[in-house]
């Protein structure tokens, strides 16, 4: 298996135009499911995950075929409405098909997804909400046969105890096409979601997001979906990694289309590091970080508009370098600080209680050999070997090329010195 090699502590130093999101193409490539034809998908990141889900839809009888960063799905002739366990196990975002295969197909055998081991990940949301809109959902172990009871799905009002992101994106799929109207109340508003309700509208849906009224989507069930051309929005996690990244190795970059709301929070916390930071009106944003990191007080993870889940082991690996302690709290997951005791590897000080991780900044890292344990958590040991001193080697590369596109080639652009060995 394959290891990053990186040679540390280098300024990096550069520009890059950001990929476009894992977790806006996701939702956005299974939704292709809903219209019958050719839709076209601009940039499309091209991810272990994207494969996958191309790999779930090829099963289903859909034809794909990428171009650089432009995929091309074809689902005239889908006829198939059961993915195999192998392939629901290699991903979280798999059981978002369950929806969208409800509502053309009307039957669906789909398994308990996979995905990174940051929690449990029940899909008690997704089960309840189907059910509410019509689905009779049997479950066998791991084994899911869902049939529409009537002659399609129905629109329901759904309150989610949680803002669940996939919850939310799979009712969306499955209230399309369903008769009547679906309500969610409650619903996950994240950039991506709103990336998935755009793509949709633009093929014909009726979705309408109401961010201030108790976080309500509306979406007003339509006969049919016509296939459309869309480019997806860029990586807003990818592009707070290689900000945080420059920062940790004192270096500067400039990032080229990447909309600075939906990094708002990194660049606060950037900022009040001492980093400086300017925006630009055409979507470029631009960091120079500085020697003398100053700690951030407290992060605390929320549901969007809060501090993104994703970026916490992120912006985790740059406190361990800025002088003072930084107090994480993460109330998404409940299994997020898998990357501590790699972090202290490099000889990071982060003392861990239940979901409050502690961190107390140190002038400099030392090269270490470290494994990523899920996608994120991997992206964080990039940050801080590209920080440490000496040659470090990152281990358990596929759990990062999930959501990074070549991730070697792109940190190596913006002059870090890492190698894919
Ligand atoms: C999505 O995961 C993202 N994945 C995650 O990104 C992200 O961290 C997460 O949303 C939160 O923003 C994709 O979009 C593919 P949730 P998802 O449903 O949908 C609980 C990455 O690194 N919950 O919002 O799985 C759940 O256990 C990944 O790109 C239930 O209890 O997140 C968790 O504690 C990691 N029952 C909380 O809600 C349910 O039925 C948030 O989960 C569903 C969720």
């Known amino acids: 298996m394959k290891k990053l090699v990186i040679y540390g502590s ?113 899909i008690d949301f997704h089960i309840s909400a189907l059910e509410k809109m ?27 105890s949680f803002p669940s992101v996939g919850a939310t994106e799979n009712i969306i799929l499955a209230a399309v096409t369903a008769k009547g109207t679906t309500k969610i109340i409650n619903a996950a508003i994240e950039p991506e979601i709103e990336d998935l309700c755009c793509f949709l509208n633009k093929c014909g849906a009726k979705i309408k997001m109401f961010k201030t009224q108790k976080q309500t989507i509306v979406i007003e069930g339509v006969s049919s979906l016509t296939p459309c051309e869309y480019e997806i929005m ?32 990194v660049l606060e916390v950037l ?17 120079k970080s500085t020697e003398n990191l100053k700690a951030v007080k407290q992060i605390k993870t929320m549901p969007h508009p809060g501090f993104p889940t994703d970026l916490q082991p992120i912006v985790m690996a ?48 030392h090269a270490a050999n470290v494994y990523a344990s899920d996608l994120r958590a991997g992206a964080a040991l990039i940050v801080a ?7 470090s080697k990152i281990y358990n590369v596929p759990y990062i090329d999930r959501g990074y596109e070549k991730v070697e080639e792109q940190f190596f652009k913006l002059g870090a010195n890492i190698f894919r060995k």
Request: charged share 25%.
């Open 10 to 122: 280098k300024k990096m130093k550069g520009e890059q135009y950001v990929q476009g999101s894992k977790n806006a193409s996701l939702p956005i490539i299974v939704s292709t499911i809903l219209t019958k034809g050719k839709n076209v998908l601009k940039r499309c990141p091209n991810l272990n995950d994207t494969v996958n889900t191309c790999k779930i839809l090829t099963m289903l009888g859909c034809e794909t075929k990428r171009h650089k960063d432009c995929l091309t799905i074809d689902t005239k002739n889908l006829y198939g409405f059961e993915i195999s366990k192998h392939l629901m196990n290699t991903m979280r975002s798999s059981i978002i098909f369950l929806g969208a295969i409800l509502a053309r197909c009307k039957e669906a055998i789909v398994y308990l997804p996979g995905g990174c081991a940051i929690g449990k990940r029940p």
């Open 134 to 160: 019509g689905a009779q959902i049997k479950i066998s172990g791991d084994k899911l046969h869902c049939k529409v009871k009537d002659k399609s799905l129905k629109g329901a009002t759904i309150f989610l």
């Open 234 to 265: 860029p990586d807003r996690i990818v592009a707070s990694t290689i900000l945080c990244a420059a920062a940790a190795t004192h270096g500067e970059v400039l990032l080229k289309s990447i909309n600075k709301n939906h990094i708002s929070h």
């Open 271 to 287: 900022s009040s590091m001492g980093c400086y930071i300017k925006t630009y009106d055409d979507n470029k944003i631009f960091l």
């Open 318 to 365: 740059l406190s361990c370098l800025c002088e003072g302690t930084t107090v994480f709290i993460e109330t998404i997951f409940e299994n997020r600080f898998q990357h501590v005791n790699e972090l202290k590897k490099f000889g990071a000080v982060v003392e861990v209680k239940d979901r409050v991780a502690v961190t107390k900044g140190v002038p400099f890292l």
């Open 385 to 391: 070997a590209c920080a440490a001193e000496g040659i």
